[in-house]
T-cell receptor, first 116, second 113 residues
Framework: AQTVTQSQPEMSVQEAETVTLSCTYDTSESNYYLFWYKQPPSRQMILVIRQEAYKQQNATENRFSVNFQKAAKSFSLKISDSQLGDTAMYFCAFMKSTGANSKLTFGKGITLSVRP | DGGITQSPKYLFRKEGQNVTLSCEQNLNHDAMYWYRQDPGQGLRLIYYSQIVNDFQKGDIAEGYSVSREKKESFPLTVTSAQKNPTAFYLC????????????FGPGTRLTVT
């Protein structure tokens, strides 16, 4: 079974600065996907970024980028130029890439506060 | 606009009553999912459905039931057997079961007293 661990329950960052959210996972699979989801106060879950395990290049989406370390089973999210609208809970998630049992396994989440 | 709707946003029930949460999607997705979210916990999978008239238990299915009679609809019933039903419930869908991108609805907050 896969597990996803987010050990920091809360973080705070000053507007315009950079923050990194940590995530580790445990799996015996070689092919899989990793995700970061954002849940703002509205509670609507929004996909921020995804990473395919077979790709060595780290995924980037505008101000959001990941540091994917497959051997260390680490998947951190870096938010550059933090904005007030980035205030939200962020969830790291794992999915096996194939098969009828492919489903998302989520970490417990981290609450990020961006200070003006 | 395509998307997932969940209604109502807030739901209140007395202990011992069954309650059904609605989830509708017009994205033409085959796969649909129900998750439960509790404070300090990530999302946990209750049930999922790959196709009409087929559904599978997730990690915490006890005390819940689902049906999938139409592609667009995947209602979740929280039965009186669910010991701690008060939670935030999220419905999601994806093109198919192996597709990585899931789209989420706005959620329903269920309070049972």
């Amino acid at each position: 079974a896969q597990t996803v661990t987010q050990s920091q329950p809360e973080m705070s960052v000053q507007e315009a600065e950079t923050v990194t959210l940590s995530c580790t996972y445990d799996t015996s699979e070689s092919n899989y996907y990793l995700f970061w989801y954002k849940q703002p106060p509205s509670r609507q879950m929004i996909l921020v970024i995804r990473q395919e395990a077979y790709k060595q290049q780290n995924a980037t989406e505008n101000r959001f980028s990941v540091n994917f370390q497959k051997a260390a089973k680490s998947f951190s999210l870096k938010i550059s130029d933090s904005q007030l609208g980035d205030t939200a809970m962020y969830f790291c998630a794992f999915m096996k890439s194939t098969g009828a049992n492919s489903k998302l396994t989520f970490g417990k989440g981290i609450t990020l506060s961006v200070r003006p | 606009d395509g998307g997932i709707t969940q209604s109502p946003k807030y739901l209140f029930r007395k202990e011992g009553q069954n309650v059904t949460l609605s989830c509708e999607q017009n994205l033409n997705h085959d796969a649909m999912y129900w998750y439960r979210q509790d404070p300090g916990q990530g999302l946990r999978l209750i049930y999922y459905s790959q196709i009409v008239n087929d559904f599978q238990k997730g990690d915490i299915a006890e005390g819940y039931s689902v049906s999938r009679e139409k592609k667009e609809s995947f209602p979740l019933t929280v039965t009186s057997a669910q010991k701690n039903p008060t939670a935030f419930y999220l419905c999601a869908s994806s093109i198919d079961l192996g597709t990585y991108e899931q789209y989420f609805g706005p959620g329903t907050r269920l309070t049972v007293t």
